[in-house]
Each structure stands twice: as C-alpha cells, then as structure tokens.
C-alpha cells in the first residue's frame, strides 16, 4: 500500500471555454479509483477555484487584485468541489473539501489538527481534495503555487509519492517561461 499525493494543475481541469472540464475531471477520477483498487490511499492537491470563479464571473482573464482573485477563489471553490463530487460519486466515492493556507503549516496545534483530519478521512475511505484557502490568504502568506502546497501535504501525511498533472514537459532548472536557458532535469536523488 502506498500514500500518494496528487496534484492536478489548472491547465488540467479548465477547458477551452475557461471553466472546468467535467469530462476530464470524469477522466481522472476513474484513474484515481483504479489506484485505490490497489489498497493506495490518494490526497488531491487540486487548483482550479480561481479558474472556476473566472467563469461564473464572466472574467476573460486571470485578476491581478487580490481582492478579485479572492472573490473568484470563493465563487469557484464551490464548482470545483461539485465538479469532484458528482465524478466520484458516480463511481460511489466519497471526496472532501480541505482548505490550508501556510499558517496550518507553522503553527504547531494546526499543524497536527489538518494531519489529524487528512489521516482520518483517510482510514474511512474518503478522498480529500486540498486547495489553498485563497479567500483569506494574502500575498504574504500564499504558498506561491499548489506545487509548493503539494509538496507540504506530502510530508504532512508522510506520502510515499507526490505525483503532479501539469501541461508543463518536466522539471526544470528554472522557469521555462522566463529562462530560455532552463533545461529538463531527468532525474533528482535528493
């Protein structure tokens, strides 16, 4: 049995039209059921709220505000839980909503409070499904992205894997889209 942490980007949940692609989120549950068939217990790091709330609001391109990326993460929050709600259960799974900002990872009694609440949901079963409380998070205290997120959770719950769904090709030395330089890294020991 294994633990495995995973996280889905934006890019992976959105469609063309910008909201979330329910066919897709259809796609990854049923391969996300298939893992747990084989006794492994799954966390989902999920982003997407943002891109949900840009919908309902009728945003034609990501806020640069805090207060409008805010105001789409709570709109959208709910989308994105219902969009993994309806997939599972169709295949009579249970998800659960789990929202962190980086104060649950600094303060002691938090700390322990969401690893308590991840591992027992865990033993009945259940999926949770974390994002970002972006409706109370600032800039200063934002994990930057869910990868960083994804990342804490895994050594939260002692995950034996952290597997992350991107569009992007690989793990690079620095960002692609602003280092023409950066280049694949095929292998990390450490």
């Not at 909201?19 to 006794?39: F, T």
């Not at 409070?113 to 591992?119: A, V």
């Not at 033993?123 to 974390?130: E, L, M, R």
């Not at 030395?173 to 292998?187: E, N, T, V, W």
């Amino acid at each position: 049995m294994a633990r495995i942490v995973l996280k889905i980007g934006s890019n992976i949940l959105t469609g063309k039209n910008g909201g979330l692609d329910q066919s897709r989120i259809n796609s990854i549950a049923k391969d996300v059921l298939e893992i747990c068939e084989k006794s492994n217990e799954i966390v989902i790091v999920s982003s997407g709220a943002v891109a949900a709330g840009m919908k309902k609001l009728g945003l034609k391109e990501k806020p640069k505000e805090i207060r409008l990326k805010q105001a789409a993460a709570a709109v959208g929050q709910s989308s994105l839980m219902w969009a993994y709600e309806k997939s599972f259960n169709s295949f009579g799974k249970k998800v659960a909503q789990v929202l962190l900002t980086r104060d649950d990872f600094s303060d002691r009694m938090r700390y322990l409070n969401s690893k308590n609440t991840i591992i027992t949901l865990l033993s009945y079963g259940i999926i949770p499904v974390i994002n970002e409380n972006d409706t109370v998070a600032t800039d200063e205290i934002k994990f930057g992205d869910n990868d960083q997120l994804a990342a804490l959770v895994s050594g939260l719950i002692d995950a034996d894997r952290l597997i992350i769904l991107s569009d992007v090709d690989g793990f690079y030395s620095a960002d692609p889209k602003r280092d023409r330089d950066a280049k694949i890294i095929h292998f990390i020991e450490k």
